[in-house]
Each structure stands twice: as structure tokens, then as C-alpha cells.
């Protein structure tokens, strides 16, 4: 079946500009996670949601990172003013619930680059 | 709160050499640990899981992961490295919560 599907794969955008990544989950998993991956940081959580609702956003760094998920599938996350600290790629991952004990599906990520 | 730590954020090793990484975990409540994948250009894959029926786990392609609550560790070996297991490795703690990650190299 088809897995965790994410757009655009390459980004690049002029600082202080906003952009919008899109994560499409696979079907039938009701959660959904967004993290940062930046050389020698690891994966940084950022937000997840189950179904629509986001029990934890902990990870937003600032108020310029927003997301949202729709009919409990597509998700976006949003960055505002965009900073040349915000470069990373963008992985998003579902899995059939939000309990600790599942494991994640991993979209490829968005390259994001800010000029 | 939960946390993860691996260490060494590089390995290397010979071809046909023991693979080691290491990854030791906090946890206030009985901890599910996952180990994920990154071949190079290539999204995150699942390794094995922990989630208690059995303190040594076997996963795909050879590797293993041994549990010890004393030692607060979940360590993933494989016996005889492949050059094909150039990769980078994260550990996890239920559910979302990773390490750094460690690259391993393989020499020929």
C-alpha cells in the first residue's frame, strides 16, 4: 500500500517568508508526527496529533511554527517569517495510534532551505 | 519525562566485525524502545521494537537489541557487519522521543 507521502520534497524560500509543508498520512492511521532533522541534531520533535487534536506541540520552537490536521489525515505545518536557522529537513510520520507502544511510519522529508 | 542517549555519534567497524551501538534510556514508567534506520537519501524504517514479552529482540536484517532494565540500556548488535549496513541508527522511547543518532561506517 501507499506510505506516508510528504510535499514538497525540496524547498527553498527568501528569509521572512512563510511556507507550507504537507504531510498525507497512511490510511487508516489516526496519528501523526512531525520532527526536524538537522546535521548532528538528531530528530527533533516538533508536534504530533491524534485524529485532529495535538496532545502535545511541545516541540513548536517558536510561535512562527503552526500546524494543523484536517478530516484526521493531511496535516500542515506552517513556518512564518522564515529564518535561515529554520533550514532542516521536515520528516513527518504516522502510526495507527498514539500509544507509546507503536511504531512510526516515516514519510522522505521535506529539504527545506532558507536564503 | 523520558530521554534517550546514544553514544557516539560515529562508529566505525570492518566489514565482518560485531556492531555495537549503544543507547541507554530514562523512563519513569515501563519504557516501549524502538530502533529506526536512515540508509543514505532514504527515509526512516523500523529495526525492531521493545515492548516487554521478551528482553532480547530480533529485527531485520541480522540485528538484535538486548533490554536490561538494570543498566537502563537497549544496546543493538549485529555479529558480522555488512558493507550494506552503512547507515545512520536512532534509538527511540515510546513512541517520539529519539536520539541524536550514530552513523556507522563499515571498512572494507
Known amino acids: 500500500g501507499a506510505g506516508v507521502s510528504q510535499s514538497p520534497s525540496n524547498k527553498v524560500t527568501e528569509k521572512g517568508k512563510d511556507v507550507e509543508l504537507r504531510c498525507d498520512p497512511i490510511?487508516?492511521?489516526?496519528?501523526l508526527y512531525w520532527y526536524r532533522q538537522s546535521l548532528g541534531q538528531g530528530l527533533e520533535f516538533l508536534i504530533y496529533?491524534?485524529?485532529?487534536?495535538?496532545?502535545?506541540k511541545s516541540g513548536l520552537p517558536s510561535d512562527r511554527f503552526s500546524a494543523e490536521r484536517t478530516g484526521g489525515s493531511v496535516s500542515t505545518l506552517t513556518i512564518q517569517r522564515t529564518q535561515q536557522e529554520d533550514s532542516a529537513v521536515y520528516l513527518c510520520?504516522?502510526?495507527?495510534?498514539?500509544?507509546?507502544?507503536?511504531?512510526?511510519?516515516f514519510g522522505p522529508g521535506t529539504r527545506l532551505t532558507v536564503t | 519525562a523520558q530521554s534517550v542517549t546514544q553514544l557516539g555519534s560515529h562508529v566505525s567497524v570492518s566489514e565482518g566485525a560485531l556492531v555495537l551501538l549503544r543507547c541507554n534510556y530514562s523512563?519513569?514508567?515501563?519504557?516501549?524502545l524502538f530502533w529506526y534506520v536512515q540508509y543514505p537519501n532514504q527515509g526512516l524504517q523500523l529495526l525492531l521494537k521493545?515492548?516487554?514479552?521478551?528482553?532480547l529482540v530480533k529485527g531485520i536484517n541480522g540485528f538484535e537489541a538486548e533490554f536490561k532494565k538494570s543498566e537502563t540500556s537497549f544496546h543493538l548488535t549485529k555479529p558480522s557487519a555488512h558493507m550494506s549496513d552503512a547507515a545512520e541508527y536512532f534509538c527511540?522511547?515510546?513512541?517520539?522521543?529519539f536520539g541524536t543518532g550514530t552513523r556507522l561506517k563499515v571498512l572494507a
Open positions: 510520520a504516522s502510526s495507527l495510534g498514539s500509544t507509546r507502544s507503536y511504531e512510526q511510519y
Open positions: 490510511s487508516g492511521h489516526t496519528a
Open positions: 496529533f491524534q485524529g485532529n487534536s495535538a496532545p502535545d
Open positions: 523512563s519513569s514508567v515501563p519504557p516501549y
Open positions: 521493545y515492548t516487554s514479552a521478551a528482553t
Open positions: 527511540a522511547v515510546s513512541g517520539y522521543i
